[in-house]
């Protein structure tokens, strides 16, 4: 172990220029934490314990008064949400935002068609079934039925274009990809959404892909 007042000491010690507060399970937070790992950016994720409470602490409202994650720290910045995150990292980093304004808007439809439709109702499904352990209740076959909508839309959409917007992946992809890594946790076989497999195949072809459970702290969870 490095001498904590040598100069190995201190660079170990030394903050990141970016720091993500996430945790192993969540989708949101893999989103940014998959741009940042893949751009190679100077950051480290902060756990974020979730399963034990810590997003409604006062402590923790005070970083995010909405008592999500993901958090973004960045040279005295503080932002929350995925979509205005991974639009400001696509700014400072250079990497996966939008050529032109015509990009821009189609990369802001296909993020909120995530945000309302995909993550929404998939993320749902998974915490009940996974993680809340209720079973199947009519709850979650209404939330299926939705998830699969979303599929359709975004298999018939994948059908003539590699990537989700442009001739390359951006931060739309990025986004929609955030819960679809975890397929066997919600059920679903990509055979069924072919164009969705081979998209997600390109994904984690891209150099310095990780999937979620080694990227960020917290898995497995603990008793």
């Known amino acids: ?9 201190k660079a170990a010690q030394r903050r990141p220029e970016y ?9 949101n937070a893999y989103k940014p934490a998959l741009m940042l790992q893949l751009c190679r950016a100077d950051w480290a994720p902060r756990f974020v314990d979730f399963f034990k409470g810590e997003t409604r602490t006062p402590a923790y409202r005070a970083v995010n008064v909405m ?3 993901p958090v973004l720290e960045h040279r005295g910045q503080v932002l929350s949400q995925s979509g205005v995150i991974l639009d400001y990292l696509a700014e400072r980093l250079g990497r996966f935002g939008p050529a032109n304004n015509d990009e821009r808007r189609e990369i802001l439809r296909w993020m909120l068609f995530d945000n309302h439709k995909l993550t929404a109702n ?3 499904l998974r915490y009940l079934l996974q993680l809340a352990k209720t079973g199947e209740t009519p709850v979650t076959e209404f939330l299926r039925g939705r ?7 975004l298999d018939a959409h994948l059908a003539t274009r590699q990537w989700v917007v442009a001739g390359r992946p951006t931060i739309a992809d990025l986004s929609l990809c955030g819960y679809l890594f975890w397929n066997d946790e919600f059920g679903i076989d990509w055979a069924e959404y072919p164009q969705v497999g081979k998209w997600l195949a390109r994904i984690q072809h891209l150099p310095g892909w990780v999937h979620p459970y080694q990227l960020m702290p917290g898995y497995p969870l603990t008793a």
């Open 1 to 9: 172990m490095a001498d904590p007042q040598s100069g190995a000491g």
């Open 19 to 27: 720091v993500l507060h996430c945790f192993a399970q969540s989708g």
């Open 122 to 124: 998939t993320a749902t």
């Open 147 to 153: 998830m699969k909508g979303a599929f359709a839309v």
């Open 67 to 69: 008592g999500e994650v």
